[in-house]
């Protein structure tokens, strides 16, 4: 089993920064890959960003050159950085959390945290 909980998130204005943190309940070297996705009202829930056991990232098109994930292994946190955000950005942020279990895996889930863009 794994906790997350996100924190970081509120109303900001576009073109300004917020920093969302998930904070993991076991080590985060324990953990095959870890994500944030989003979801809008109306829209399926997307990837955002992700970072693997390996230290390698991935982002969606979209957040490419304004959002980094990174992780702080010694507090078991995982944080996505967020600039230059725009209206389209508004949405729930949920932290993702794959764990190897057995021959497969297992993805749990944080209860997220809403971002505003708005003026």
């Known amino acids: 089993q794994v906790q997350l909980v996100e924190s970081g998130g509120g109303l900001v204005q576009p073109g300004g920064s917020l920093r969302l943190s998930c904070a993991t309940s076991r080590s985060i070297f324990s953990i095959a890959a870890m994500g944030w996705y989003r979801q809008a009202p109306g829209k399926q829930r997307e990837l955002v960003a992700a970072?693997?056991?390996?230290?390698?990232?991935n982002y969606a098109d979209s957040v490419k050159g304004r959002f980094t994930i990174s992780v702080d292994n010694a507090k078991n946190t995982v944080y996505l950085q967020m600039n230059s955000l725009k209206p389209d950005d508004t949405a729930v942020y949920y932290c993702?959390?794959?764990?190897?279990?057995?021959?497969?895996?297992?993805?749990?889930w944080g209860q997220g945290t809403q971002v505003t863009v708005s003026s």
């Open positions: 970072v693997t056991g390996g230290g390698n990232t």
């Open positions: 993702k959390a794959v764990v190897v279990a057995g021959p497969g895996t297992s993805d749990y």
